[in-house]
């Protein structure tokens, strides 16, 4: 069989403005291994340290306004991030279009425990392939086309007029930013690997496009296991 070749996205630009998106910090499925798609589920201590790790980061930022999905891990980390930097008096502005991908019937289940039900090969087409839907669920091309959309028509518009916007994604829905900003193909951000609390900053400056992918010291890096890890 001939491997499917998906074009890649026309690469964005801005003309004016910045734009910081990021990761939520862990939540507390995270740290159980499971799929959270659209279950609304806190952040853990850790993920609340690490909002504060980014915002200490991202000091160097005046925001003027700040974008998350309607998940509770997603506007926690915007709230941690703005209280930390003085600036809780900016605007957020919630949509489900940030949403993390709807992962269907796999919602709520252990990672482990739906590899040994459905094999470990078939759990990651469903997560990293572009097109493939799990039951009853969206792929990442589906998450894609809303998350694109909506930042085409209500958060870059703010970029454009030389405002620096903060954006408060999930993994899938950080995608699609990656995706546009960075000349991806949907095959190469389906394999991306998207780290909580590292902020993707993409800004105009001296007439030129930048792009940085800014490192937090101390935050963590949980780990999406689809066999029960070996015990050191």
């Known amino acids: 069989m001939n491997a499917v070749s998906f074009p890649t996205a026309r690469r964005h630009t801005l003309h004016a403005g910045t734009l910081v998106a990021f990761r939520h ?3 507390e ?21 690490d909002a504060v ?46 949403n993390e991908r709807h992962y269907g019937d796999l919602q709520g289940m252990n ?14 087409l469903w997560r990293r392939t572009y097109t493939a839907r799990p039951p009853n669920g969206e792929s990442i091309e589906d998450c894609e086309a809303r998350t694109w959309r909506y930042m085409q028509h209500y958060v870059l518009p703010h970029a454009e007029a030389g ?10 829905s950080l995608r699609p930013i990656v995706m546009h900003f960075e000349n991806m193909s949907g095959e190469e951000v389906a394999a991306l690997t998207i780290d909580s609390c590292c902020p993707h ?32």
């Open 111 to 124: 990672r482990v425990e739906i590899a040994a039900k459905y094999g470990a090969e078939q759990v990651r």
């Open 163 to 172: 405002k620096t916007v903060l954006v408060s994604a999930h993994g899938n």
């Open 201 to 232: 900053i993409y800004t105009r400056r001296n007439g030129m496009m930048r792009t940085e992918v800014r490192r937090v010291p101390g935050v963590s890096v949980f780990e999406d296991h689809l066999t029960v890890p070996a015990r050191r």
């Open 29 to 49: 499925w995270n740290l159980e291994n499971r799929f959270t798609g659209w279950t609304d589920v806190p952040l853990t201590e850790q993920g609340r340290r």
């Open 25 to 27: 910090g862990q939540s």
């Open 53 to 98: 790790l980014l915002a200490e980061a991202l000091r160097d930022f005046r925001f003027d306004r700040a974008f998350a999905s309607r998940l509770e891990r997603s506007q926690e980390t915007v709230r941690i991030i703005l209280r930390t930097l003085g600036q809780e008096g900016i605007p957020m502005e919630v949509d489900s279009a940030l």
